[in-house]
């Protein structure tokens, strides 16, 4: 897993999968849990509303996720989304040498490049699984990034692993975007407050379908989150998104978080299975969130054969260390699943598609 410099900054670092979307097509795109907000959180959204005339106060919410992880207020720091927190760590920051792990979600590099700072890349082999051999990390790296469980790769990697990552005078940047995907929550970091320069992003967009409200936050010590907060505007985040902060750390609402984990465990399963039956396409390493990366040749019409069948995934060519013949798909219900891998299997094979919510036969 050598590390190369990487490219000059390309618009494709900035594309997601909402650039997917849209025009009625099914989204298996963005990797957000279907039929959320539930109506128990939008209705705390609702009432919210009332308080709109005062100044946003987080400090509540503040205390709530400091007392989720286990963490003291002050070594929290609620963002504007998760992707905020990107920026104020390019913007607080001075590294010498920034590695981003990838492939893996690519704002951290975007926003790294946009503050002027080189960085190097260390792409993770398929061959491995994805997986991350943390001998292979620059030992002058100064700040490191990376996903876990990985966008896109859904590899998940040991907390042990990444732990020893961490060392006196490097940042060690852990993405935790999609942790609470995972029953248990076996690998974060999120409760570490004993690891030199650690620093957790943690978002509420994927569980609770609230990627429109904007709303995240970081751990990290006390000392590093006022450098961060220093970068930040005033009020960031809104009182509807403190309050959805507050709601979502509640226990009803962890316990509602670690079902549908597991339900989406039991939809991978199968998703797998079903995919497994399509010719030429390989699943490299064990996906362990939300959405499944697979490797398939000519991947890239596919895609297109798929939105005129009425399916929108996400095309895995814009994350670097993938190409044209990768694709993110998201899980979904198994109906959802047969529906689409019986469209997947006509585009692979270059004919049409059955209608969607026609019934796939041999799959009941």
């Known amino acids: 897993m050598p590390t190369e410099p990487a490219a000059d900054p390309h618009a494709l670092l900035r594309h997601h999968g909402d650039r997917e979307v849209g025009g009625g097509l099914v ?40 007392a ?7 070594e929290v720091l609620l963002t504007s989304g998760a992707a905020e927190a990107f920026v104020l ?25 946009d503050a002027g700072h080189p960085v190097d890349r260390l792409a993770l082999l398929p061959e491995a699984g994805f997986r991350l051999d943390p001998s292979a990390l620059p030992s002058d790296a100064d700040l490191v990034v990376v996903g876990n469980p990985t966008n896109p790769t859904s590899v998940l990697h040991p907390a042990s692993s990444l732990a020893g990552l961490a060392r006196p005078g490097r940042v060690l940047v852990v993405d935790e975007a999609f942790a609470d995907t995972i029953p248990g929550e076996p690998e974060s970091l999120a409760s570490r407050g004993d ?70 465990a039991v939809d991978r399963a199968y998703l797998l299975k079903r995919l497994a039956e399509i010719p030429g396409l390989r699943v490299h390493g064990t996906p362990a969130s939300s959405f499944v990366l697979v490797e ?23 994350f670097p260390g993938l190409g044209p013949d990768w694709l993110r798909l998201a899980v979904r219900d198994r109906t959802t699943t047969d ?3 019986a469209a997947l299997t006509a585009a692979v094979q270059g004919s049409e598609a059955p209608p969607y919510g026609a019934p796939p036969r041999g799959h009941a």
């Open 27 to 66: 989204d298996l795109a963005v990797n957000v849990r279907t039929g959320t907000p539930p109506a128990w959180l939008r209705e705390v959204l609702a009432a919210s509303l009332g308080g709109l005339a005062a100044y946003p106060d987080g400090s509540a919410a503040r205390a709530a996720v400091a």
């Open 195 to 264: 690891l030199p320069g650690l620093v957790v992003l943690r978002s509420l967009t994927k569980t609770w379908g609230l990627a429109g409200l904007r709303i995240g936050y970081v751990l990290a010590s006390a000392e590093l989150i006022a450098r961060l907060e220093a970068a930040q505007p005033l009020w960031p985040v809104s009182s509807p998104a403190l309050a959805a902060a507050i709601a979502t750390c509640a226990p009803a609402a962890l316990a509602e978080a670690e079902a549908a984990a597991r339900a989406t």
């Open 89 to 113: 760590l390019a913007r607080a920051l001075h590294p010498r040498r920034a590695v981003v792990v990838h492939p893996q979600f690519t704002e951290p590099e975007a926003a790294l490049r």
């Open 68 to 74: 989720r992880h286990g963490r003291a207020p002050e």
């Open 339 to 341: 529906a689409f891998c």
């Open 296 to 318: 398939l040749p000519g991947a890239d019409k596919v895609r297109l054969r798929l939105r005129e069948a009425g399916f929108a995934v996400r095309r895995g060519d814009t």
